[in-house]
């Protein structure tokens, strides 16, 4: 029978969390009106916070304060990202797993889970869904074990990229599973992945050990700290960190990532591509432990306040979250969300629209379909994007970092939004939907300068329209 590989470290790999420190930044006392305005300027100016800097919005608590935080966060995200969303859909291979976490329903001593792997028929399955609902970004969703080895899941990757069903193709694959060693990680580069997602759950030591028992993979904090340096090591420079909002006190964790974040900038020169917050749901098997449950008003801030303290992050809000809260999530600084969403395995063929806990990690919130949480966001304002031409360019990492500077979403960002959401709206929309977003991208153009962008953008449009033609970019 396969076994783990043998776990290895990076280079010089540190625990760079420092539980006393990060404990006495929260428990300080509430920042004067001043400090919070300097730290709110500095992030407006469009600079990373320090750790410090950080604790002072998280402490501060005055409603003024908190207010201006948030519409801080409305102005940065409107500065830095403009009004376009990016989409994806998660996609659950396996729920085989070694691991016993305290919060999940894969977990090991959960004898109700029942545990499958999609065969690759299953697999190409699953994509063809996909695709007919219109889907171009996909993240993979493994458990831990032998059999999601790097091999396996990069031929899972090369699976999902060769499958394309009329105009439908995935065209970007993010992956959250298990962390690898340098030699697993370059052999999932090579199949062409996107971001690489790793949560720590928790910086908290004392609660990771809680949650995490002794003994098993996931039990070993510095091996799972360390999972995205050496990843980094290897070549990856797109890589997602997380934290599990729930296990502790959610200031700490905000400040566990944002110490994270600023460590992979200071030594590898690119901070993390991602940062995602889910919130603990109700899970089968599982005994939600309330102690540190994080309130609606908590996870507004919290989110607000990621914004503020790491401008050009992208910041990944989950269909965990029910649709009003999203919606009013949203405008605080989210850069991508999931729709459409199914996370039983095989569930975009299989489950109908029922969700069934014995098949699901957790529950989910937002179980609307793509073309509905589409209208919703055109209706609002935003352009649904599934734009993947940076990675494919080679606008990845530091050069990414560089680029997304004023000047870059009006040359490419929006023009690709406005492109593949013309994909969708001609091959996979309702009417109503096709309807809002037309009235939208006619808006879009109507507030363009004249000039040669513009007009290579009318004609790509044109081409989407009329032709065959696809998967055009800027
Ligand atoms: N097995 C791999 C791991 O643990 O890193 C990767 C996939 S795991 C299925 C994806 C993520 O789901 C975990 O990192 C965790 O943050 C999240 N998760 C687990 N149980 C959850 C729950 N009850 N509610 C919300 N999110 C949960
Ligand atoms: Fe396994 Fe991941 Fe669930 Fe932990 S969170 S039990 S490692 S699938």
Redesign the pocket.
């Known amino acids: 029978m396969a076994t783990l590989a043998p776990m290895t470290l990076s280079e010089k790999a540190v625990d760079f969390i420092d539980d006393a420190s990060l404990t006495s930044l929260v428990e300080a006392t509430e920042p004067d009106a001043r400090q919070v305005q300097d730290c709110i300027a500095k992030s407006l100016a469009k600079q990373a916070l320090s750790v410090e800097e950080t604790a002072v919005l998280l402490n501060a608590t005055a409603p003024e304060s908190v207010e201006r935080i948030f519409e801080a966060a409305r102005q940065l995200k409107r500065d830095v990202y403009g009004n376009r969303l990016v989409l994806f859909a998660p996609l ?1 291979i396996g ?1 085989a ?1 070694v ?1 016993d ?1 305290a ?4 977990k090991r001593s959960n004898p109700d889970a029942i545990r499958r792997t999609l065969r690759p028929d299953e697999l190409r399955q699953q994509v063809t869904a996909l695709e007919n609902h219109g889907h171009k970004r996909l993240i993979l ?4 074990h032998p059999r999601y080895d790097a091999e396996f899941i990069a031929e899972s990757v090369r699976t999902v990229y060769s499958v394309r069903e009329g105009h439908g193709s995935i065209r970007r694959v993010n992956i ?4 690898l060693d340098h030699d697993g990680y370059r052999t999932v580069k090579a199949a062409g992945i996107g971001t690489y ?3 720590q ?1 928790t910086y908290h030591h004392e609660t990771y050990a809680r949650v995490h028992p002794e003994g098993t993979r ?1 039990g070993d904090y510095l091996h ?1 700290l360390d999972a995205l340096s050496r990843a980094m090591e290897a070549g990856i420079d797109d890589v997602g960190i ?3 909002f ?1 296990l502790h006190d959610w200031r700490f964790e905000v400040l566990g990532l944002v110490t994270h974040a600023l460590y992979l900038q200071a030594r590898y020169g690119v901070g993390p591509h991602t940062i ?1 917050f ?6 089968a098997g ?1 005994t ?1 432990d309330e102690r540190y449950r994080v309130s609606d008003d908590a996870f507004k801030r919290l989110i607000a306040i990621l914004r503020l303290a790491v401008p050009y992050t992208g910041l990944i809000l989950t269909a ?1 979250e029910d649709a009003a809260l999203r919606r009013e999530v949203m405008a605080f600084g989210v850069s991508q969300i999931d729709a459409g969403s199914r996370i039983e395995i095989g569930g975009y063929t299989e489950a109908g629209d029922a969700q069934c806990m014995e098949r699901e ?3 989910l919130g937002d179980i609307r379909s793509l073309d509905e949480v589409m209208r919703e966001l055109l209706q609002d304002g935003y352009i649904p994007s599934f734009c993947t031409a940076c990675y494919r360019l080679g606008r990845t990492g530091e050069h990414f970092m560089e680029f997304a500077i004023p000047g870059f979403i009006r040359r490419y960002c929006t023009p690709n939004a406005l492109s593949t959401l013309t994909e969708f709206l001609t091959d996979y929309a309702s009417a109503e939907t096709r309807a809002v977003g037309e009235q939208l991208i006619e808006t879009e153009l109507a507030a363009m300068p004249d000039g040669t962008g513009k007009r290579r953008l009318q004609d790509v449009l044109a081409r989407i329209r009329k032709t065959d033609e696809r998967d055009l970019f800027f």
């Open positions: 659950y729920n797993c691991n976490c919060y999940c329903a894969f969703v493994f458990g831990e959250n599973a298990a962390p997602q790793v949560f759950e996931k799972r997380g934290a599990l729930g995602s889910p919130r603990l749901r109700p899970a599982v939600l965990r990690q957790f529950q």
